[in-house]
């Protein structure tokens, strides 16, 4: 059960982050969305703690893909830039998360 709360407070937080663009481009109204998406973000990583997953790992996982899916969801939402040696900046990102994982069961 831990691993749902992980995964879904990911969304959340991509998601919450994706609307700071809304936030600063648009309507002020989306800072509310950022801040309930925040809390809620940080509420279900704190029930994925609960149910057993480590700080270290937990956490690593949760920026980790929070920023490769929000730079993925960026070049395809806002066209913004992903270069390769961005895309190795997450690849490298992910097999940091991976050693951390795999050396915390050690």
Known sequence: M???????AILAEVAT??????????????????????VLALGLLSLALAHGLSL???YGIWTASGVALVAVACRL??????????SMGM??????????KFGSTS
């Not at 831990?2 to 879904?8: D, E, I, N, Y």
């Not at 994706?18 to 950022?34: C, D, E, P």
Request: proline share 2%; aromatic share 14%.
């Open 91 to 100: 690849g490298l990102i992910v097999i940091g998360v991976l050693l951390i």
């Open 56 to 58: 270290g790992v937990a």
């Open 2 to 8: 831990g691993w749902t709360f992980l995964v879904a």
């Open 17 to 38: 982050t994706l609307s700071l663009r809304a936030a600063a481009t648009r309507s002020r109204a989306w800072y509310a969305a950022v801040v309930v998406g925040y």
């Open 77 to 86: 939402l806002f066209h913004e830039p992903l270069t390769w040696v961005m």
